[in-house]
């Protein structure tokens, strides 16, 4: 069964950064592709980053603040998020995707999901 866990939101100031971490397990860790999504109050959920052993994927909007490293011993990926901004609150989820590139992925969504963790920017 493919069990995905994420960790590391909390209440971060603007400006701040924070580091997230989805940890996986029950599947082969190097065959998928692991991505972030996020999803705010009332808005639709939104791509954020995807990796996987041969391809990579930041949303355009993101990039220069947003980080994605995988630690394959560890099955964990990791969301480095840095200068944070209050639009940058979310419930941000960890996904898991087979066979697919991550612009796919960032675009309709994965196969399967974490709970989320939530994430709060103050101004």
């Known amino acids: 069964e493919v069990q995905l866990m994420e960790s590391g939101g909390g209440l971060v100031q603007a400006g701040g950064s924070l580091r997230l971490s989805c940890v996986a397990s029950g599947f082969t860790f190097d065959d998928y592709a692991i991505g972030w999504f996020r999803q705010a109050p009332g808005k639709e959920r939104e791509g954020v980053s995807c990796?996987?052993?041969?391809?990579?994927s930041i949303a355009d909007s993101l990039k220069g603040r947003f980080a994605i490293v995988s630690d394959n011993v560890k099955n964990t990926v990791y969301l480095q998020m840095n200068s944070l901004k209050p639009e940058d609150t979310a419930v941000y989820f960890c996904?898991?995707?087979?066979?697919?590139?991550?612009?796919?992925?960032?675009?309709?969504?994965?196969?399967?999901w974490g709970k989320g963790t939530l994430v709060t920017v103050s101004s």
């Open positions: 996904a898991a995707g087979l066979g697919r590139p991550c612009s796919h992925y960032l675009h309709y969504g994965m196969d399967a």
């Open positions: 990796i996987s052993r041969s391809d990579g």
